[in-house]
């Protein structure tokens, strides 16, 4: 097999996961491949989980630290030398080494599928999913619903703390608060700097 670079790419609840799941069991039952998937941990250790799509879909999964170090990055491509197709869930998570990784293993004729989301809260790139998607042979573009207004081009998370839009200086979340995401569209999202500026509108009138 030719290397070769799909990226699933997002807001929050456009089904990313589902999207990944779908592939990599597709290629296991039909195309009998060999396929091992990566997501992300909060720790440094690896170990055995899946990933899990909001409508249930699983699949086994190894979690890996987010820090991208050369020892990760050797033990990775160490563990894939006969395996067709690799996927990373939440790739926005793991540091500027992931494009470096994703790059190798699709030189080695890897199969490469990366899912993630493209912006932040604050509508802005996440991680260094913008340098995955520039090497990209194909990306899957998906969107959610909007929350507000009900379109189908939900393009946009927003960051609600109590159900309202969250500013950009509310970085912690203070016991008592609740902290959600939602999907909107570009004409519903309300830009966290633009939170911020209408409270200090406020403040000063
Ligand atoms: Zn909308």
């Given at each position: 097999?030719?290397?070769?670079?799909?990226v699933?790419?997002?807001?929050?609840f456009?089904g990313?996961?589902?999207?990944?799941?779908?592939?990599?069991?597709?290629?296991?039952?039909?195309g009998?491949k060999?396929?091992?998937?990566?997501?992300?941990?909060?720790?440094?250790?690896?170990?055995d989980?899946e990933?899990?799509?909001?409508?249930?879909?699983?699949?086994?999964?190894?979690?890996?630290p987010e820090k991208?170090?050369?020892?990760?990055m050797?033990?990775?491509?160490?563990?894939?030398?006969?395996?067709?197709?690799?996927g990373?869930?939440?790739?926005?998570?793991?540091?500027?080494?992931?494009?470096?990784l994703?790059?190798e293993l699709a030189y080695?004729?890897?199969?490469?599928?990366?899912a993630?989301l493209?912006?932040?809260?604050?509508?802005?790139e996440f991680?260094?999913?913008g340098?995955i998607?520039?090497?990209?042979?194909?990306?899957?573009?998906?969107?959610?619903?909007?929350?507000?207004?009900g379109?189908?081009?939900g393009t946009?998370?927003?960051?609600?703390?109590?159900?309202?839009?969250?500013?950009?200086?509310?970085?912690?979340?203070?016991?008592?608060?609740?902290e959600?995401?939602?999907p909107?569209?570009?004409?519903?999202f309300?830009?966290?700097e633009?939170v911020?500026n209408e409270?200090?509108?406020?403040?000063s009138?």
């Amino acid at each position: 097999m030719s290397g070769y670079i799909l990226v699933v790419t997002g807001g929050m609840f456009s089904g990313k996961s589902e999207k990944l799941i779908d592939k990599c069991m597709k290629f296991k039952e039909y195309g009998k491949k060999k396929v091992k998937v990566y997501k992300p941990s909060c720790d440094d250790r690896f170990s055995d989980d899946e990933v899990v799509s909001r409508m249930g879909y699983r699949f086994p999964a190894t979690n890996i630290p987010e820090k991208i170090t050369n020892e990760v990055m050797h033990r990775i491509l160490l563990e894939t030398e006969d395996i067709d197709i690799v996927g990373f869930d939440e790739a926005q998570f793991y540091s500027k080494n992931i494009m470096k990784l994703v790059s190798e293993l699709a030189y080695r004729g890897k199969y490469v599928i990366i899912a993630g989301l493209n912006m932040d809260y604050r509508g802005k790139e996440f991680g260094y999913i913008g340098g995955i998607l520039a090497m990209a042979d194909e990306i899957i573009r998906l969107h959610s619903f909007c929350a507000v207004c009900g379109s189908d081009k939900g393009t946009h998370s927003q960051r609600l703390i109590n159900g309202k839009p969250a500013g950009l200086d509310e970085p912690i979340i203070l016991l008592g608060d609740s902290e959600s995401y939602e999907p909107r569209c570009r004409k519903c999202f309300v830009p966290p700097e633009k939170v911020s500026n209408e409270r200090e509108v406020q403040l000063s009138s």
